[in-house]
């Protein structure tokens, strides 16, 4: 095995489908001579040429649209957003286009795209570029929404979700894109969508994360376990679709449950997991649902942003106010 970062493991899964399938394509803005802003496409447009890795205009709209038609004609399109608050100006093709291609042509057609977009704070970067915005898509039915927190988990998702015939998008942390290295096969591997992974097991409290909050949870956890108290984390790897039964299977053991989310903290995706516990695990609680979000503001100036983001305090914090009950 070859110690990969994220980013290197979601170019060797991008370079080896596009070995295996010839119609799968990469576009978008920057991704072909620069390698895209985060070299997350280096080197494919030398190996797959213009024909299947092509920069396209700076119009969202137009990469996503330009998308559906491909996909629904037979290729299988991997489109990049530069960055997930790019992503307004193509709610329309997303929302109202590709998640519905299936049911309005009742399963004449399919809409096999990926699309690609970082996501996520901690890295110094301005208004829009940090947003995370997972919530607004698993609101669109049709769309599968996946966020992956380590190298290993990026490519085997990734693979699945080039795989899969219906449109996924696949939002990659920043944050963790370099952060540390850990073994990946060199050959290709698929992780099922939808299947949540149980970090660290413990029978105190569940730790909920996704995306860059889960090497934060963990570490959290790691350093309460030396105070004795023993948190369960875990990475729900697939906000659509869910992995429900892994979460209340936590919950009934532990009684005690915090959600650690990027996204502002009104609306966002931890909101429907603690109220789909409190339908299905209601009596196994001992406490209040805790959730640790962004706060309800737009994302703020770098200065500031250590602050804003859930952080280990907040996290320890919140695990003592659900060990008081």
């Not at 944050?175 to 660290?200: D, H, S, W």
């Not at 875990?234 to 959600?259: A, F, H, N, W, Y």
């Amino acid at each position: 095995m070859a110690e990969l970062t994220m980013i290197e493991a979601i170019n060797e899964a991008m370079r080896q489908e596009m070995e295996r399938d010839s119609r799968i394509i990469v576009l978008g803005e920057d991704v072909g001579e620069n390698g895209g802003v985060f070299r997350a496409t280096d080197g494919l447009l030398a190996q797959f040429g213009e024909g299947r890795v092509f920069d396209t205009p700076l119009a969202e709209s137009g990469i996503i649209g330009t998308s559906i038609g491909l996909a629904i004609n037979g290729m299988r399109p991997i489109a990049e957003i530069q960055f997930l608050g790019f992503v307004y100006q193509a709610m329309d093709q997303l929302a109202a286009q590709a998640a519905r291609i299936r049911f309005r042509s009742a399963g004449r057609f399919s809409c096999p795209i990926v699309v690609r977009s970082p996501y996520g704070g901690g890295v110094r970067t301005p208004e829009l570029h940090s947003d995370a915005l997972e919530a607004l898509f698993t609101h669109s039915p049709g769309l599968k929404v996946v966020m992956p927190s380590n190298p290993y988990d990026a490519k085997g998702l990734l693979i699945s979700a080039i795989r899969d015939e219906d449109p996924v998008l696949f939002l990659e942390p920043m944050k963790l894109y370099r952060a540390f290295r850990m073994e990946v096969p060199e050959e290709p591997y698929t992780i099922p969508l939808g299947q949540a992974r149980v970090v660290k097991e413990g029978d105190d409290v569940t730790i909920i994360a996704w995306g860059a909050t889960v090497p934060l949870a963990a570490k959290v956890a790691a350093e309460m376990q030396a105070k004795g108290v023993n948190a369960e984390v875990i990475d729900l790897r697939c906000l659509q679709p869910l992995d429900i039964d892994t979460i209340i299977t936590s919950v009934e053991k532990t009684g005690r449950v915090m959600i650690v989310h990027e996204a502002v903290k009104t609306g966002g995706f931890g909101a429907e997991v603690a109220a789909l516990i409190s339908e299905r695990a209601l009596f196994a609680l001992s406490a209040p649902i805790v959730r640790i979000a962004g706060y309800d503001t737009p994302y703020p100036v770098p200065s500031v942003e250590d602050d804003w983001l859930p952080n280990a305090e907040r996290i320890a914090e919140g695990i003592h106010t659900l060990l008081r009950y």
